[in-house]
């Protein structure tokens, strides 16, 4: 409750900031005061699961370990800010005011206990996406990016929203506890999973998995490439929890009668993501793809319900987040360099930046899953779950496509190597840096000590 | 007015799910068929509006009030949904001069 609250005034701290003429401090004030809220919610990841306004939210290891990846995946993005904003200062403290209102929704996906705490975060968080995603306002790409983005996920708002309607008429409550009662007291009317399989296509929309993903490259593609690395970073991981814990809670006793459904579409958006991925030539369209697949890949832990996928989940999330912000700082500085989000743009850096293209690589193989970074123990422990749940084919189906996922990957490390007039000259801004050494640092560190960032 | 309020008390429930089910379905055909971005938002509207009957209805057949102050939430969202998405399509309007969903191609490949 507390991160919730914090985290909305230093939100309005932004809004305020332009008045008192801190524009240059805002940045690093807002970075300090992420940091601060994280200490403050780091205190209570022991404490006992406690329910505030009348049960809305209920704070306890899962929300509050969500609550601190989404703390930390926003500190670093703020961060990147310093330079990216450079062109347009004037909008500064708008735009990180959206990006800290973003995470507000995002914190509310991951402590909600209460389907009208889950339908407004989800829509706290989806319209700033829409007014970030088109933050370049001059550029005809980011308006229809941010145009295609609202209109798709208004729609796909109004389907959960159905879903949502449908499931308080058949149980008579949106508090999560009483839906589960219902669910397994007694046989649940018809409209009750009418209700779960619109929720559930609504939740496929947001979180970018098959048939629902096409607005995911485009829209990607369109937006300021901080604004991609927010939404495929803060927004995958957010949605994800929300959809586990509401899964998890209300829904899983129903698991029969949607699990097939699942398994079809994981396997559908797995290959779907990797077989697009592979024929990309845009860097951030290559990511996109590569945000498809591992949707797939997150989706098989709210298939596996009857596994504990809390904390691979979380791992997965932390290791897919880390390697996306990494490989996107380095991405900034080039794209600044060349004005081009091409692969081709990358070629000859490993010869003239050799510390940025190592991080890119490194952050390239965790992606990828090769050991030892933190991506290959994510992979690992979730599919040893998923496996535990029983879905053999799934999990054999998964680690073919990430060996393909391999090639696109390299695509990337080999045009590091390429031949090109391109001298890089201009030096890269300490900020970009730094933010892909602290990323990549963790994914090692992860790599190396998984149980260091395992909370349950 | 006491015989308008038998009459309302008197439709079975399921009228109300199937004038809500058929207003739906009406704001998703028009979101997947009309090009013009101004008639999909409505559509969407529409959609919004549909769930708000169906909410109240489902309130009142549960004797619950929670689906009403519900209703509250969805409004004011979409009210806050619908401000962006005009601001959205002004600045497209000020770049291609057409609220036409057709003629935004920039991003395909």
């Not at chain 1, 319209?127 to 729609?155: C, W």
Request: proline fraction near 2%.
């Amino acid at each position: 409750m507390k991160t919730l609250t914090y985290t909305s005034f230093l939100g309005i701290f932004c809004l305020v900031a332009e008045l008192l003429n801190l524009r240059k401090l805002l940045i690093p004030l807002v970075v300090l005061g992420l940091v601060v809220i994280g200490g403050l919610t780091y205190a209570d990841l022991n404490a006992e699961s406690a329910s505030y306004f009348h049960d809305m939210l209920r704070t306890d290891k899962f929300s509050v370990s969500f609550s601190l990846l989404l703390l930390l995946i926003t500190a670093l993005i703020v961060s990147l800010g310093q330079n990216f904003f450079k062109e347009d200062p004037s909008k500064l403290s708008d735009y990180i005011a959206i990006i800290i209102f973003a995470l507000c929704g995002g914190i509310a996906m991951v402590s909600f206990a209460n389907m009208a705490m889950f339908y407004i975060g989800i829509e706290i968080l989806s319209i700033s996406f829409y007014i970030l995603a088109g933050t370049n306002k001059k550029d005809v790409k980011s308006n229809e990016a941010a145009m295609k983005y609202f209109l798709m996920g208004s729609f796909a708002s109004g389907i959960l929203l159905m879903g949502i309607t449908l499931i308080y008429g058949a149980s008579g409550s949106f508090n999560l506890g009483d839906i589960s009662l219902y669910a397994t007291a007694r046989n649940a009317d018809a409209i009750f999973f009418i209700g779960i399989i619109l929720i559930l296509i609504g939740l496929l929309f947001k979180v970018s998995a098959a048939p629902f993903h096409f607005w995911a490259p485009d829209v990607y593609e369109g937006s300021p490439m901080l604004m991609t690395a927010l939404m495929s970073t803060l927004g995958k991981v957010a949605s994800f929890a929300a959809f586990y814990r509401l899964f998890s809670i209300c829904f899983s006793i129903s698991y029969d009668t949607y699990g097939w459904v699942l398994s079809v579409l994981i396997a559908l958006t797995i290959l779907i993501g990797n077989f697009s991925a592979l024929r990309q030539e845009s860097f951030k369209r290559i990511l996109a793809f590569s945000g498809v697949t591992n949707a797939g890949f997150m989706l098989m832990a709210i298939s596996s319900i009857y596994g504990k996928m809390e904390g691979p989940l979380f791992f997965y999330g932390l290791s897919y987040s880390l390697a996306t912000i990494g490989a996107f700082a380095v991405a900034l500085y080039v794209s600044s360099v060349t004005k081009s989000d091409k692969i081709e743009a990358f070629n000859g850096l490993a010869y003239k930046r050799p510390l940025l293209s190592a991080l890119l690589i490194f952050a390239m193989f965790s992606i990828a899953g090769i050991p030892p970074f933190a991506g290959f123990f994510a992979k690992y422990f979730l599919f040893a779950e998923a496996l535990k749940s029983g879905h053999f084919w799934l999990v054999l189906f998964a680690i073919v496509n990430s060996i393909i996922s391999v090639y696109y990957y390299f695509k990337v490390v080999f045009a590091l190597f390429a031949k090109s007039e391109q001298t890089f000259e201009e030096t890269p801004s300490p900020v970009y840096v730094a933010v892909a050494l602290v990323a990549v640092a963790l994914l090692i560190i992860a790599g190396v000590a998984p149980g260091l960032f395992m909370p349950f | 007015m006491s015989l308008l309020l038998n009459i309302l008390q008197v439709v079975p429930m399921q009228y109300y799910l199937m004038v809500s089910a058929a207003l739906f379905s009406i704001g998703v055909l028009g979101v997947l068929f009309r090009r013009n971005a101004i008639t999909i938002f409505m559509c969407v509207e529409i959609m919004l509006n549909s769930i708000n009957l169906l909410l109240v209805a489902f309130s009142t057949y549960h004797n619950d009030s929670n689906g009403q102050v519900f209703v509250f939430f969805v409004m004011a969202v979409a009210a806050a949904e619908v401000a962006v998405g005009l601001a959205i399509l002004v600045t497209i309007f000020r770049n291609i001069r057409s609220v036409d969903i057709d003629d935004l191609k920039a991003l395909k490949n």
